[in-house]
């Protein structure tokens, strides 16, 4: 069977072009803390989310609406609302993180299919397994700290699908474990649905140098024509004993469009496209890329040239944890 | 008020961290984390020295838990997480995957590095069996005070991230082992040579983070000493304090002080520094701007 | 790690450029708030979009040009004008002429531009960035816009559009998602 492409969408526009650049579904928010990128100018109203979703429906791709960030203490109702809206909209699924809004969801919306989103961090079967059982969980974004043979051995040990990410950003952390951005700027992927936010941000071009803060916490300079990545924390530029270097990660996104035939056979029933965040134009040429690779993958035929590089951050690439020595 | 010592997360000497809980059974704290919180590796290393601690503590009339790992990936992890829960001691779950091994109805407790960023979830983790939460140090003020509220309507009790350098992030990847240059299967134990982290400067010179092998931390040392009557006032029911290498019993006898009403706040932060050998302070994820900020005057 | 070779953006002719120094700014200015005033009459939602940055104002600068473009959205009722000397604004987006048109029409993708450093931006981030993914979601078209236009303002657009178009290889009309790259 052909691996499930499953694309970013930050915007109507994008959705539309990822579903004509051949996505099989697509994952999308509401435009507000509900979801984990909050940014400015992204994201869908109610009106566009049912619209968006049945523009796809029409074209025989799926709409999940990802409600992934940790209510607000005292506001979970915008959560709840969420969740019931998405169902509203037409939701193919949705893609959770919290617990408590997991049991909401299961105990008043169980018709609506429940996805495990990448934010909580389940990294080996008996989490996974549990929520399943707990709340009927169907698929589980794996975190991008495992291993292929590790995300093999999970699918051995569980009847949930399993969903992996292969482009774009990546997170260095166990995902939604990490209150690096909040420490810097007060504000978090799992409170606000952002990291490293545009808002705290601040470039300094200085003869040809440009410097990055977050904060006020200088994330890396870059000299005239080095490539200029954004300033996320975790991939600064700092000092530690005797070494300045980026002591967490590279300025590299994640591409592991060549582990796609071992994905496969480790089990994994769909890939995963970061980038809400990213252009129209970028959804739709990472979509045709990996559309052609998984439909050569499923005949059996050599994977086509790859050319995604370019629209990396940095401009450089890593196949991440996927392989051990990542570590 | 009552204090709570939460687990080590830096990587000590067996005789350093049997010798800490030694000194901590006559410390003015009510309760206890043991065990290994942050890297499954390190603990063989002071295995033996857990259940000596465990006894001498629960003698001497403290309350005693195991923490689970923060993040459980490899088999080993597993079984050692699934082992936890036949030991006999209440265990504080920071990894769910704990939870999952625990028999139905278990009595347990829930660690900071366990999401619980709402009453939905705080509820759910009850009816589970949860009697005790410490909540996530980067939670602010009104939704500690909303979790207390629901806390005391389930019966379970409501901690906060009290003082030391805060956990911010678990990795898959060890970077103290990146940092010499190998990889985390082959990391030679680097972070043994940093017993409270190693400090993380920006390019400019400005302290912001600690490594310690898969963890991130602060560069400064969370304290609440400035909001002590704040999270009393909301009923929070202990204040948790994190390990350190230098002067923690002294620090564990001076929020005692503090809590008795002993020290004021500006003396309570200058006391800190200086038993500590200089931290900085911070107390921002609960009444700040962002975490590292600090209400208190400037060092 | 890999590494991939940059993309190339045509650069805008410098002796072409060097005659735009003469324009006079006043009549194209009128002319291009109002070609942005009735682009925002069809695409209203581009400006939701904005948020809490629809009052900020917006430097386009053309670097392979001798003249900066100021957007104001105002809440719906946009102001364009050029200037020679750019004024104080709260966010300065920055390339050559074909990037920042490329944006507009999708053939470029904002983050990679900004990672290869043909883009830079300045100031309010946030602000820039909702700009950005406002204008990418209303799948605009300059040239059909500017076809529309009629009236004494659609003169002087004309005559440039068409200069920059032979003279430059830049994308001056939407594309649908097929690449420049």
């Known amino acids: 069977m052909v691996m499930e492409i499953v694309c970013p969408a930050g915007t109507p526009a994008a959705l539309r072009a990822a579903v004509k650049a051949g996505a099989h579904t697509i994952y999308c928010g509401f435009a507000d803390e509900t979801n984990a990128r909050n940014f400015p100018g992204l994201n869908f109203s109610r009106a566009e989310m049912a619209e968006g979703i049945a523009f796809a429906h029409a074209r025989g791709a799926k709409v999940l609406v990802a409600i992934n960030t940790y209510p607000r203490a005292g506001d979970e109702s915008l959560w709840h609302a969420a969740v019931a809206d998405a169902e509203t909209a037409g939701a193919d699924a949705v893609i959770l993180a919290d617990l408590g809004l997991l049991a909401y969801a299961a105990g008043n919306h169980p018709n609506l299919r429940r996805h495990l989103s990448v934010q909580a961090a389940a990294a080996n079967a008996d989490i996974i397994n549990f929520y399943g059982a707990e709340f009927g969980v169907k698929r589980v974004v794996l975190p991008r700290v495992l291993s292929v043979p590790e995300i093999a051995a999970i699918n051995k040990e569980t009847e949930i699908e399993t969903e992996v990410f292969v482009f774009g950003g990546l997170c260095v952390m166990a995902e939604g474990r990490c209150s690096l951005s909040s420490y810097a700027t007060g504000l978090s992927p799992n409170m606000n649905g952002v990291c490293s936010p545009a808002s705290h941000v601040d470039y300094v071009e200085d003869a040809g140098a440009l410097s990055a803060k977050l904060g006020g916490y200088t994330i890396h300079a870059v000299g005239a024509d080095e490539p200029a990545p954004y300033p996320t924390l975790c991939k600064g530029c700092f000092t530690a004993g005797e070494k300045t270097a980026h002591l967490f990660e590279d300025p590299v996104s994640l591409n592991a469009e060549h582990l796609i035939p071992q994905l496969a056979k480790a089990g994994v029933t769909a890939l995963k496209i970061e980038g809400r965040q990213r252009s129209r134009s970028y959804v739709a040429q990472v979509v045709k890329n990996f559309r052609a690779a998984v439909e050569a993958v499923d005949q059996g035929r050599a994977l086509p040239e790859g050319m995604l590089a370019r629209l990396s951050e940095g401009q450089a690439v890593t196949t991440g944890a996927y392989k051990k020595t990542w570590r | 008020m009552e204090l709570t010592v939460g687990p080590n997360q830096f990587f000590w000497k067996a005789e350093e961290w049997g010798a800490l809980y030694q000194d901590l059974a006559t410390a003015p704290v009510e309760r206890l984390v043991l065990g290994e919180l942050v890297c499954s590796k390190r603990l063989p290393f002071y295995q033996n020295a857990i259940l000596p601690a465990l006894e001498t503590l629960v003698d001497a009339g403290k309350e005693v838990l195991l923490t689970s790992l923060a993040l459980v990936t490899l088999k080993r992890e597993r079984k050692m997480t699934a082992e936890l829960a036949e030991a006999g001691v209440e265990v504080e779950i920071n990894d769910l995957t704990a939870l999952a091994h625990l028999p139905e109805g278990a009595r347990f407790a829930v660690g900071p590095l366990v999401n619980v960023y709402n009453e939905g979830t705080l509820a759910w983790l009850a009816t589970k069996g949860a009697k005790r939460v410490c909540l996530p140090p980067e939670l602010p003020l009104a939704s500690v005070e909303t979790l207390v509220r629901a806390g005391q309507e389930m019966g379970l009790a409501v901690e906060v991230w009290g003082h030391g350098r805060v956990p911010l992030a678990i990795s898959g990847r060890c970077y103290h082992a990146r940092l010499h240059g190998r990889i985390k299967d082959n990391c030679l134990f680097a972070c043994e040579d940093d017993p409270d982290g190693l400090e993380v400067d920006t390019t400019d010179g400005k302290p912001f983070l600690s490594m310690n092998g898969v963890q991130t931390l602060s560069d400064s040392c969370a304290s609440m000493a400035y909001q002590i009557e704040t999270l009393r006032d909301i009923g929070v029911s202990a204040l948790r304090l994190s390990p350190q290498s230098v002067g923690f019993v002294e620090t564990c006898g001076l929020y005692r002080r503090r809590l008795n009403g002993e020290i004021d706040a500006d003396t309570l932060s200058d006391e800190l520094v200086k038993v500590s050998g200089g931290m900085r302070l911070s107390d921002g994820f609960l009444t700040g701007e962002r975490g590292a900020d600090w209400s208190g005057k400037a060092a | ?181």
């Not at chain 3, 005659?19 to 291009?32: E, G, H, K, N, Q």
Request: net charge negative; glycine share 6%.
């Open chain 3, 1 to 181: 790690m890999e590494h991939q070779d940059a993309l190339t953006i045509p650069r805008f002719p410098s002796l072409l450029a060097r005659t735009l120094r003469y324009l006079p700014l006043a009549p194209v200015s009128l002319a291009l708030t109002r070609l942005t005033q009735n682009m925002a009459k069809q695409n209203a939602a581009m400006f939701r979009r904005l948020g809490a940055h629809d009052h900020a104002c917006f430097l386009l600068d053309p670097t392979d040009l001798p003249v900066t473009l100021c957007l104001e959205p105002r809440g719906g009722h946009p102001k364009v004008s050029l200037h020679r000397h750019p004024p104080a604004a709260d966010a300065r987006i920055a390339g050559p002429l074909a990037a920042l048109i490329g944006l507009v029409h999708g053939a470029y993708d904002g983050d990679a531009l900004f990672f290869s450093r043909d883009l830079v931006i300045e100031g309010d981030t946030a602000a820039a960035l909702a700009l950005r993914n406002a204008v990418d979601d209303a799948e605009l078209d300059l040239s059909a816009e500017v076809e529309a236009l009629s009236g004494p303002f659609a003169q002087p657009l004309h005559k440039l559009i068409e200069l920059a178009e032979r003279r430059t290889g830049v994308a001056l009309t939407r594309h649908e998602e097929d690449f420049l790259w």
